[in-house]
């Protein structure tokens, strides 16, 4: 009897029962493991390589101080290769001329010229007033009118100028001389100069209002009907 109520007294206590409600569960510190935010995987590594994070701060600051540089560079550059063109003079026309006759009245002379447009763009427009003289050894001899032509670039015109003189009277002694001499045939030394306004349309259709002047030298064989040119020399440049 005594050893089975020492059994009971010494019995295991029934499980408790457990009733639904809310528990606190208390976890040790030293337990507790957190992982941290990317952001600070990324400042570690920076303090770890600091070389990197100032290799990209310098390839930063490269980057804003060169493009400003670049692209100004640039710009200069185009505006060397366009501007020129744009702003560039037009340039005078080449004359030369080609054939030389004395009329029959005998004061007025017929000058056949060679006009050829050098500009590479655009066109040239002679406008009025535009005169022409012909002169032996500084004496005027004739004058004559320049015709109102237009020429695109890089073309030629073939022109005719009609020299008027007042009488023969009025040329100087050795002219007249060679004029009346037919046997000696004594070469004869003219000069030619046209004042030449015109009117240029060059590039973006920008027109321009510019003089040209035209000098020309220019030998004879003879004052006759068939007369030939021997030489000459014309100079075209801008007033």
Same mark, same amino acid.
């Given at each position: 009897?005594d050893s089975?109520r020492?059994?009971?007294?010494?019995?295991?206590?029934?499980?408790p029962i457990f009733s639904?409600?809310?528990y606190?569960?208390?976890?040790p510190?030293d337990q507790?493991?957190?992982?941290?935010p990317?952001e600070?995987?990324l %400042?570690v =590594?920076?303090h770890r390589n600091?070389?990197? =994070?100032s290799?990209?701060h310098r390839r930063s600051?490269c980057?804003?101080f060169?493009l400003?540089? !670049?692209?100004l560079?640039?710009?200069?550059?185009?505006?060397?290769?366009l501007? &020129?063109p744009?702003?560039a003079s037009?340039k &005078?026309?080449?004359v030369?001329?080609t054939?030389?006759?004395?009329a &029959?009245?005998?004061?007025d002379f017929?000058?056949?010229?060679?006009?050829?447009?050098?500009?590479s763009?655009?066109?040239m427009s002679?406008?009025?007033?535009? #005169?022409?003289?012909l002169?032996?050894?500084?004496h005027?001899?004739a004058t004559?009118?320049f015709?109102? %032509?237009?020429?695109?670039?890089?073309?030629?015109?073939h022109v !005719?100028?009609v020299?008027?003189a007042k009488?023969?009277?009025?040329? &100087?002694?050795?002219?007249? @001389? @060679?004029?009346?001499?037919?046997k000696? /045939?004594? #070469?004869?030394?003219m000069s030619? /100069?046209?004042?030449l306004p015109?009117?240029? %349309?060059? @590039?973006l259709?920008?027109h321009?209002?510019? =003089?040209?002047?035209v000098?020309?030298?220019?030998t004879?064989?003879t004052? =006759?009907k068939?007369?030939? %040119?021997?030489? #000459?020399d014309c100079?075209?440049?801008?007033?």
């Amino acid at each position: 009897m005594d050893s089975e109520r020492a059994r009971s007294s010494y019995s295991l206590p029934d499980p408790p029962i457990f009733s639904s409600g809310t528990y606190v569960v208390q976890i040790p510190k030293d337990q507790i493991y957190r992982i941290p935010p990317p952001e600070n995987a990324l %400042i570690v =590594e920076r303090h770890r390589n600091p070389s990197v =994070e100032s290799s990209q701060h310098r390839r930063s600051c490269c980057l804003r101080f060169f493009l400003p540089i !670049t692209a100004l560079l640039l710009v200069i550059i185009l505006l060397a290769v366009l501007l &020129p063109p744009l702003l560039a003079s037009p340039k &005078p026309p080449i004359v030369k001329i080609t054939t030389f006759k004395l009329a &029959p009245s005998g004061h007025d002379f017929h000058i056949k010229l060679n006009i050829h447009n050098p500009n590479s763009i655009g066109s040239m427009s002679f406008k009025s007033p535009s #005169h022409a003289f012909l002169s032996f050894r500084k004496h005027e001899l004739a004058t004559a009118k320049f015709p109102l %032509i237009q020429q695109e670039h890089g073309s030629e015109e073939h022109v !005719t100028l009609v020299f008027h003189a007042k009488s023969s009277s009025s040329f &100087p002694k050795e002219f007249k @001389r @060679r004029m009346e001499d037919k046997k000696s /045939k004594l #070469h004869v030394a003219m000069s030619l /100069k046209m004042n030449l306004p015109a009117e240029t %349309i060059g @590039r973006l259709s920008m027109h321009r209002n510019v =003089e040209f002047v035209v000098v020309c030298s220019f030998t004879v064989n003879t004052l =006759e009907k068939n007369s030939k %040119i021997l030489s #000459h020399d014309c100079e075209s440049k801008r007033q």
